[in-house]
Nanobody, 125 residues
């Protein structure tokens, strides 16, 4: 069974960078598409970024494109989300999720089978 552990959240000021990590166990990253989602209370969970276990291709939500970078480290079986130029509107609980690797990764909430507990990111203005 896939288990995911997200970490790296915190309280930061606007404009700085933060790196989130998603450690996976039970499967190797080559077997998984990994995605990051975020959620603010009262709002729907928003897809942030994903990376394909099949070919390493990546995808970003419009709100983070150009500021966030997703990458995988197969030696440590973890996926990182580098978040630059953080804005107050990036404040949310961030979750990593996974599914068995397919042709492309997707930011479709319903398509992900495994979810880790979230990590809180708070960006102050």
């Amino acid at each position: 069974e896939v288990q995911l552990q997200a970490s790296g959240g915190g309280l930061v000021q606007a404009g700085v960078s933060l790196i989130l990590s998603c450690a996976a166990s039970g499967f190797t990253l080559n077997d998984l598409d990994i995605a990051w989602f975020r959620q603010v209370p009262g709002k729907e969970r928003e897809g942030v970024s994903c990376i394909s276990g099949n070919d390493g291709s990546t995808y970003y939500g419009d709100s983070v494109k150009g500021r966030f970078t997703i990458s995988s480290d197969n030696s440590e079986n973890k996926v990182s989300l580098q978040m630059n130029s953080l804005k107050p509107e990036d404040t949310a609980v961030y979750y990593c999720a996974a599914r068995q690797a397919d042709s492309n990764c997707v930011l479709d909430y319903g398509a992900l089978d495994y979810w880790g507990k979230g990590t809180q990111v708070t960006v102050s203005s």
